[in-house]
């Protein structure tokens, strides 16, 4: 069946579809998520598919990968109807499809010439010609025109290196059609222009892109069209060229977005958060900065510029060798998370999954986890009952999307479980919560509610510590933002030097003057 | 649906779930109901107290072991700590002729100090719970022998025998003793915040830890509940013949982990009951006592616990993408995308 698709399409002419999803409905039982969708990619095409979390764009990429089977509907591949209840990963695989999610595929320990050529070995009398596949991996990566050191384990490179192997490794086996799950949700601004890079050099080789992301920016700045879906309805395709952002956000949520940021509060009481030359070593040196009740201030910097480990070290989680915290102008001395929380600070960190939830408990025991001693009968004994009402007072405040307090957290959405750690903290009443990158990998509305709650924060007279790798974010929310670049503050930003320009050239570590 | 009561008393996945969780109760019954239907000698009140007995100390030494799998480690040194307690407290009371409460105290201590041991080596040196454990079951037993050359001691005092073998009315005292001890962990592990903390520990140790639970005072504490319950079922099991004797353990370490595994104890941590590691003990003790019965022979029992052990953690290891699904179909509105 594959040989002959493989001649077939050789006949054909150029324009047809590398892939076409005709009317495609999908049910998982009780639900269904995708509803007589539509999507077609051309070669050399780079298509942008949007939608909230749950709207369907993964359900859709997996029915192309053949990991789902879609209930009805037809799919065609380089313009040949393809048999879906036969149709596997392994077949799509065959076609030339091929998958590169954020999560690594990789294996640490091997090199990056090892992982690319993993299963596809060049062979010399029965042994691995390394020469030879040495020679093959420059090609490729001179093709890429990217410059990676593939001798080393890949656990020693940054995620971005880590992510050109990836690719690498895709186009290595020859594929057609590249899916991008959310590839740069990790990643920082500079590297996602070389990912915007390469998707050009893939372009003009004729392959065909899928691009899955929340950020909508990087959709106007790679992507040659887009699909919207919308609780697994087909909402438009179109070309990007056509449209503004405002009328994709309104597409993607089936609402206007009117402010993308509540205002910021200015009405500010005592100095809560003060810290003074704090170092630690290979992370971070001799920072200082302040914060009081009611203000916002960010923490902007590149990968590696050490903002995760400040906001640990203020926590207690990560070890510092030098310097002074005080809490409401008390100093204190901080050696574990324990002693931070009973200082009343609150961490929401940035890996939701394995850092903020503990993914066999329910949402009733994650949200009352840090407060435990609060719910005491008889000194000893826990008292579910108080537990439970304020854990569902507090989810409800939180407008949390659940069914039951007794709900495994691990099946919500990634927005749903943010909050969850956010109301850990809201039900301790912690006055300085810190915030490390919030909205990593949660769609467009659940951000907002987001920043709609830190606002709300800040007017209980709460003092918010935020970490982002989006400036837009630093610059919407923030009184303050303080610039990090390997491990020390460049530059503070306020008011109206407040702009991606100063920030962006902080960040890189180029002053203003030069 | 606004509504607390709602959504508190909601139970996520209904019946079905809660079969899938207590299954190992409901192949109990079937296999008590199968054994008596068959079985004559099966069915008389003595032989079920009899299995309620021997399964007693086992069980309360299990439920030690529950406490470390539940954290996500594991504890080999329990067959030589049985060994270490055993014949020390015969070594206290007939060679140095201590009074039996002071051997009772200082035996106690010795099982503390090998569970700091562990925990101290586990936690804080970093080590994989197998090898630090498998390390610290040697060094023990190597000071069993040192201190016995590996002969029994007996002659306890007859009074001592009640704790094995004595009846409260019909029910024997090692049964009593072992719904004390399940009731006591049940209450810890389901009503306090220590006993939660078990749990959150075993199922994400970084989160629990910026969520200020002691993880550390957790890791150790799970150790030192192990060698402690080890004790106590070694002291019941030394009671039954009024000898020390250090082979004791030697066999046991194997039902143990059966038994945690067959109470639906998740090897990964996390995730257990402390009643279902007594079902799990009762399971065991009646599949051995039927075998006996009908006169198999008694080697057979270890390849039939050995099948079990494999069967159980199969389907451990396997069945849990399933429960998430069942969940998902009852609350399809919340779907995750990855």
Request: charged share 20%; proline share 2%; net charge positive.
């Amino acid at each position: 069946m594959i040989s002959g698709i493989q001649a077939d399409e050789k006949g054909r002419n150029e324009k047809a579809p590398l892939i076409q999803v005709k009317n495609c409905t999908m049910e998982f039982p009780g639900v269904r998520a995708l509803d007589d969708v539509s999507f077609a990619l051309m070669p050399g095409e780079c298509h942008g598919l949007v939608g909230e979390n749950g709207a369907g764009k993964s359900t859709l990429s997996k029915c192309i990968i053949g990991e789902n089977h879609m209930t009805d509907g037809e799919l065609y591949v380089e313009g040949k109807k393809i048999r879906i209840s036969t149709y596997s990963i392994k077949e799509s695989q065959k076609l030339g499809i091929q998958v590169v999610h954020q999560e690594f595929q990789l294996m640490a320990d091997m090199t990056g010439l090892e992982n690319i050529f993993i299963g596809h070995y060049t062979t010399k009398s029965g042994l691995i010609d390394w020469k030879a596949l040495g020679k093959k991996a420059k090609e490729l990566m001179d093709f890429l025109q990217c410059d990676v050191n593939l001798n080393v384990p890949v656990k020693y490179l940054r995620t971005a290196e880590k992510q050109i192997i990836q690719l690498a490794k895709a186009v290595l086996s020859e594929s057609k059609v590249l899916i991008l799950d959310e590839l740069t949700s990790v990643l920082q601004e500079k590297d996602i222009l070389n990912i915007y890079r390469i998707i050009g050099i893939l372009k003009k080789r004729g392959m065909g892109i899928i691009y899955i992301s929340h950020r909508l920016n990087e959709i106007f700045e790679c992507c040659d069209s887009y699909t919207v879906l919308c609780d697994g309805r087909h909402v438009k395709s179109g070309n990007v060229v056509d449209i503004n952002k405002a009328q994709l956000i309104k597409m993607i949520i089936g609402r206007e977005m009117t402010q993308a940021f509540p205002p910021v509060n200015q009405r500010f009481g005592e100095m809560m958060l003060e810290v003074k030359g704090l170092t630690a070593p290979k992370a971070f040196r001799d920072i200082s900065f302040h914060a009081r009740a009611g203000e916002v201030i960010g923490l902007a910097g590149l990968l590696g510029a050490g903002k995760t480990e400040l906001v640990h070290a203020i926590f207690g989680s990560h070890k510092i060798i030098g310097g002074e915290i005080y809490i409401k102008g008390k100093k204190a001395e901080i050696k574990n998370p324990r002693q931070a929380i009973k200082l009343g600070i609150g961490l929401i960190p940035d890996e939701r999954r394995t850092l903020g939830l503990n993914m066999q408990f329910d949402i009733k025991d994650n949200t009352t986890l840090p407060s435990m001693d609060k719910f005491r009968k008889f000194k000893i004994f826990q008292d579910h009952n108080a537990e439970a009402k304020a854990a569902f007072d507090i989810n409800e405040k939180l407008e949390l999307n659940y069914y039951s307090l007794w709900q495994n957290v691990k099946n919500l959405s990634g927005g749903n479980q943010q909050k969850i750690v956010i109301a850990k903290w809201m039900l301790r009443n912690s006055e300085i919560i810190l915030l490390d990158e919030p909205t990593r990998g949660i769609d467009v509305g659940a951000k907002f509610e987001i920043y709609k709650l830190i606002n709300e924060l800040t007017r209980q007279g709460k003092c918010v510590v935020l970490v982002s790798p989006e400036l837009e974010e630093l610059i919407g929310l923030c009184n303050r933002v303080y610039i990090m670049f390997e491990g020390a503050i460049m530059d503070i930003v306020e008011g109206k030097r407040k702009t991606q320009e100063i920030i962006i050239n902080s960040l890189l570590g180029v002053s203003e003057n030069e | 649906m606004n509504n607390i009561d709602e959504k508190a008393k909601r139970y996520n996945g209904g019946w079905k779930l809660f079969l899938k969780e207590w299954v190992i109760l409901i192949l109990l019954l079937a296999l008590v109901l199968v054994c008596s239907l068959f079985l004559e000698r099966f069915r008389t009140t003595n032989n079920i107290m009899n299995i309620l007995r021997q399964a007693s100390f086992t069980a309360i030494i299990a439920m030690g072991e529950f406490f470390v799998i539940l954290t996500g480690q594991m504890d080999m040194s329990i067959s030589s700590t049985i060994g270490m307690i055993s014949i020390f407290f015969a070594g206290f009371v007939v060679k140095m002729g201590l009074p039996i409460w002071l051997a009772l105290f200082l035996v106690l201590i010795i099982a503390v100090i090998i569970g700091i041991i562990n925990g101290v080596l586990v936690v804080y040196g970093k080590m994989p719970s197998f090898i630090a454990t498998l390390v610290v079951m040697n060094v023990v037993r190597g000071i069993n022998y040192l201190y016995s050359k590996g002969l029994p001691i007996s002659g306890l005092p007859d009074g001592f025998n009640f704790l094995g073998s004595g009846y409260v009315g019909i029910v024997p005292f090692p049964v009593i003793l072992m719904f004390i001890v399940a009731t006591i962990l049940y209450i810890l592990t389901a009503h306090t915040s220590t006993g939660r903390s078990f749990f959150a520990v075993g199922g994400n140790m970084e989160a629990s830890k910026l969520s200020g639970i002691n993880v550390k005072y957790i890791g150790i504490l799970a150790f030192v509940f192990c060698s402690v319950l080890t004790g106590i079922g070694a002291l019941g099991l030394t009671a039954k013949t009024l000898a020390g004797n250090v082979t004791l353990g030697d066999e046991l370490l194997f039902d143990v982990m059966t038994i945690v595994v067959l109470g639906g104890t998740s090897l990964t941590g996390g995730r257990g009951r402390v009643f279902g590691v007594v079902i799990g003990a009762l399971f065991l003790q009646v599949i051995g006592n039927a075998m006996v019965l009908l006169g198999i022979n008694t080697y057979w029992q270890w390849v039939v616990k050995g099948a079990i052990l494999i069967v159980v953690v199969l389907i451990d290891s396997n069945t849990k993408r399933d429960i998430v699904k069942t969940k998902q179909k009852i609350q399809p509105i919340i779907m995750e995308e990855k």
